[in-house]
């Protein structure tokens, strides 16, 4: 019979009767795993590594699916998973068809809300806590949300909200410090004030010194040493919390499950919102993680024992990177070129330029609708902003663009990391909806480049345009391997690239998919079909000229996207072609994103999934010739 405690956990019910050293050696086993598992697939490492104590404790006090447990994000909830009937399904986490690596209520009933993006938790909750409430039933409602997570507006939303209503509900401050990157801002500062309160540090001190001199002062030390927590609510400055209505328990050492339990059962008893503030450390427990916590935040495959990613030798750089460099190299020729990132500096390659241009660059935390609102008002002073943010995360600034950007016509510099089909992290990573909510826009141009050196000249020619806002889309991971040594242009705005001539049709792609058309168009070539290629650059404007001549010559075009098709680039095609009249004596294929959210798995794989592979649109378009 196995000694691992892990072996005997298959739901939270089993947690209720293992003693404390026995849950300690199952936080352990639970890290083990998750470092084996992630070395392996990839994810989210850090943020799990400090949240395993945390959620032992939560899943012994609370009872899951009755009570409903909301993680912010999902990035922590790796733990959840585990101890909620999906151990022997971890390994295949954020593989093709296994785990999400995101909460997901498809997928379990203890996945209370589905996640992926930051800020939402404690909205769900409070709507979750108002049904219950409406409905006459009993249960508890916890939301465990980062501190990171905390500096999006929406939280500041709920928190008022909640305070206002004083609906039963707790909240767990999850504080490690982090976000993805070193957190920024007044909400980063006031935590750690909350952390560090010097009445509570001195009053400690004194303390200690007196009992020490004491007859029997050790034991009287060791009891208050077991309510330190209490101790320290006592006499803790009042929090903004309290202010907003919001009973606050804490700071409590979020590694330490005989500490949390009690302030966790407490909170239970509560008739109102209770925030309890966790202090956790990123990477617990795993030293490469807990030194670069940035690093391991979402990882690729890594070597356990050194802790050093594992990268397909001579690998091209990613798009990146080479925009990160690109921008820096801009940056030292124009001083009015700023960088603008909400808490992505790693991701989004605008770290780069934080190093050297730090007084002009600009971490505003995870608030991507005042990152492009902000963006806006430098515009306005003739200040160049170029605001980089991954495509599934634009998406939460749609009315700032709009309202803010467009309406005014500012030139500000939208650069959307991520974008098509992101792999691994699935449904909610995905930046397939930028084509369709950008090309709407009045005022927008929307580019995408074939490959990554293509990228440096739309960066630069995005830089250069000051006739309104610009934005500019590109994938995830390495380039094609493309010549980067091509000295830097612009490009002439709204033209298209011819690649290839055609008789039989046209294939107009843009963005990642112009490598694929290229292929698809070698496959129909061997068909005894031809056709040409055109890089389209610009969604919008589109070059209605060429377009029109292609028309006019194969009456035949093929659109390609790595984007949904409704509303998309093929859309836009249709459009301009029907504007000109040829629309009747012109056939549109379009290919692109189905109207259907995509599940995780290799890029490859899903492409295939959705008819996206050259093999597979060279057979269709064969059928449909």
Not at 296 to 303: E, M, Q
Not at 441 to 468: C, F, Q, S
Not at 520 to 531: E, F, H, Q, W
Not at 574 to 600: K, R
């Amino acid at each position: 019979m196995s000694d691992k405690i892990l072996d005997r956990v298959n739901s939270p019910l089993d947690l209720k009767t293992l003693t404390l050293a026995e849950m300690n050696q199952l936080a352990a086993e639970i890290r083990q795993m998750i470092i084996e598992v992630v070395s392996k697939n990839g994810g989210h490492l850090a943020p799990n590594l400090g949240a395993v104590e945390l959620t032992i404790a939560l899943h012994r006090v609370f009872d899951s699916p009755k009570d409903k447990l909301i993680f912010d994000v999902g990035h922590q909830a790796y733990i959840h998973k585990i101890l909620t009937g999906r151990k022997a399904a971890f390994p295949t986490l954020r593989k093709y068809k296994g785990l999400s690596g995101f909460p997901k209520r498809q997928e379990s009933e203890h996945d209370a809300f589905g996640v992926g993006h930051s800020s939402t938790s404690l909205s769900a909750a409070d709507g979750i806590a108002a049904a219950r409430d409406l409905k006459g039933e009993d249960f508890q409602v916890v939301a465990v949300i980062g501190d990171g997570a905390m500096t999006g507006g929406m939280s500041f939303e709920a928190l008022n909200h909640i305070g206002d209503t004083k609906r039963r509900l707790i909240i767990i401050l999850n504080d490690n410090e982090m976000s993805i990157s070193k957190n920024v801002g007044a909400m980063s500062q006031y935590l750690y004030q909350l952390r560090t309160g010097e009445t509570y540090n001195k009053l400690k001190r004194n303390v200690e010194n007196w009992l020490g001199d004491m007859k029997h002062g050790d034991d009287v030390l060791e009891v208050i040493e077991r309510v330190k927590g209490g101790v320290k609510y006592l006499v803790a400055p009042e929090s903004m919390f309290e202010h907003l209505g919001i009973k606050y328990f804490g700071p409590v050492d979020g590694h330490d499950i005989e500490d949390l339990l009690p302030m966790l059962t407490a909170a239970k008893r509560e008739d109102g919102p209770v925030l309890i503030h966790v202090i956790t450390k990123k990477g617990k427990g795993y030293a490469p993680a807990e030194e670069r916590a940035n690093e391991f935040h979402g990882t690729g495959p890594f070597d356990i024992a050194t802790g050093k990613k594992i990268s397909k030798p001579g690998a091209p750089p990613t798009y990146t990177s080479v925009f990160g460099k690109t921008l820096v190299e801009l940056a030292e020729k124009d001083k009015s070129i700023v960088a603008i990132t909400a808490a992505m500096p790693d991701g989004t390659g605008t770290n780069l330029f934080a190093k050297r241009f730090p007084d002009r660059f600009f971490d505003v935390g995870i608030a991507e609708q005042h990152a492009v609102t902000f963006a806006a008002g430098l515009a306005t002073e003739g200040i160049k902003p170029v605001a980089a943010i991954y495509s599934t995360f634009m998406q939460r600034a749609y009315d700032q663009v709009i309202h803010d950007i467009c309406m005014q016509n500012l030139p500000v510099k939208l650069c959307m990391d991520r974008a098509g089909l992101v792999g691994d992290d699935g449904y909610t990573h995905h930046g397939v909806f930028d084509y369709a909510y950008l090309i709407p826009m009045p005022n927008m141009t929307v580019m995408a480049p074939k490959d990554e050196n293509e990228l440096r000249h739309m960066l630069w020619t995005a830089i250069e345009y000051n006739d309104g806002p610009i934005s500019l889309r590109y994938p995830r991971g390495s380039g094609v391997g493309a010549d980067l040594s091509e000295p830097l242009h612009t490009l002439p705005i709204g033209k298209a690239e011819t690649l290839r001539e055609g008789s039989d049709l046209t294939i107009w792609a843009i963005g990642s998919m112009v490598a694929e058309a290229e292929k698809t168009a070698d496959l129909l070539t061997a068909k005894g079909i031809s056709a040409g290629v055109v890089n389209m650059r610009f969604a919008k404007p589109l070059d209605e000229d060429l377009l029109c001549e292609n028309a006019a010559k194969t009456h035949r075009i093929v659109t390609m996207e790595e984007g949904v098709l409704k509303g998309g680039v093929g859309d836009a095609v249709m459009e301009a072609l029907n504007s000109y009249g040829l629309l009747h004596m012109t056939a549109v294929l379009p290919f692109g994103i189905p109207d259907e959210f995509i599940s995780q798995g290799d890029r490859k794989l899903l492409l295939h999934d959705i008819g996206l592979m050259p093999e597979q649109m060279a057979e269709k378009i064969s059928h449909w010739l």
